[in-house]
């Protein structure tokens, strides 16, 4: 049979359509959301969903799973990701033709880092719901996006200020901190693959060279929200440990932060700095 836009080979895809359908709620108090998936979509790539539908758990007999401490956006893209094994974004805004070509640049570059922040919130879930399929398409994703050439001839990277400017509700720093909370989830998840594209996908971010000459940095928000959702043995603290202990400036630290540097990473940098 000829190639065809309508008719495709789903023999693996028939049995999602089987079997119980699970109720999982996303968020706390007012922000909860409901969503429904079935039992074989969500145990498919998924080692936390694989455990958690267990037949002798709880979660298994209600057919209820709840995700308190995750965002419902989130935890949308990561369904959409199960079904149709691709992420979707939202297109460029085409309504741009009034603005001039600097308001469009900063504009896309308003968007992408919204995008880069999302992703980055997919892999921490990913991290959490061990999806190693996530966690991957993350990844690549990621490194799609810094390929594509922007408008200064440079490649695209989320940027990184200062961390007193960053704190205060930089957009770029937003997108990092998502990034960094999907690795959680991909954790949580038990998604290895899905955390390894996270990794290189900020690995890849960090290591291209701002305007200004000076490399990404992450900063407290981002080495927080790793910290507290990884175990010790995590690549991702690995990469964060030494990128500060490599790179790191006076700039990177601020004593005023609300929410400082937690005091295990510190400790790793000062071990980290007695190495070299």
């Known amino acids: 049979m000829a190639e065809s836009k309508i008719v495709w080979d789903s023999t693996s895809k028939l049995e999602y359509f089987r079997g119980r359908c699970i109720r999982i709620e996303v968020g706390r108090g007012d922000e909860v959301e409901v969503f429904g998936a079935h039992r074989a979509v969500l145990t498919e790539s998924s080692e936390f969903f694989a455990r958690a539908l267990r037949r002798d758990w709880k979660e298994s007999q209600d057919n209820i799973v709840q995700l308190p401490e995750d965002e419902p956006r989130i935890f949308e893209l990561f369904l959409h990701f199960l079904y149709d094994k691709k992420i979707p974004i939202k297109a460029v805004d085409p309504n741009l033709e009034h603005l001039s070509a600097a308001e ?28 190693v399929a996530v966690r991957k398409a993350v990844l690549i994703a990621l490194m799609e996006g810094m390929e594509e050439p922007r408008a200064d001839g440079g490649l695209w990277t989320p940027d990184v200020l200062p961390v007193d400017i960053a704190y205060e509700g930089n957009k770029i720093n937003e997108e990092y901190c998502k990034f960094c909370e999907l690795y959680v989830l991909s954790e949580y998840l038990s998604d290895v693959n899905a955390k390894d594209l996270v990794v290189v996908a900020l690995y890849q971010g960090f290591d291209h060279l701002r305007l200004d000459q000076r490399y990404h940095s992450p900063n407290h928000e981002h080495v927080n929200i790793v910290y507290r959702g990884t175990p010790e043995s995590s690549p991702l603290r690995i990469l964060l440990r030494d990128l500060y202990v490599l790179r790191s400036q006076s700039g990177w630290f601020n004593k005023n932060l609300k929410d400082p540097y937690c005091a295990e990473f510190i400790f790793d940098i000062l071990l980290g700095l007695l190495k070299i």
């Not at 992408?112 to 879930?125: G, N, R, T």
């Open 104 to 131: 469009v640049h900063a504009a896309i570059e308003k968007q992408l880092d919204a995008e880069f922040s999302s992703l980055c919130k997919l892999y921490v879930l990913g991290e959490k719901l061990q999806d």
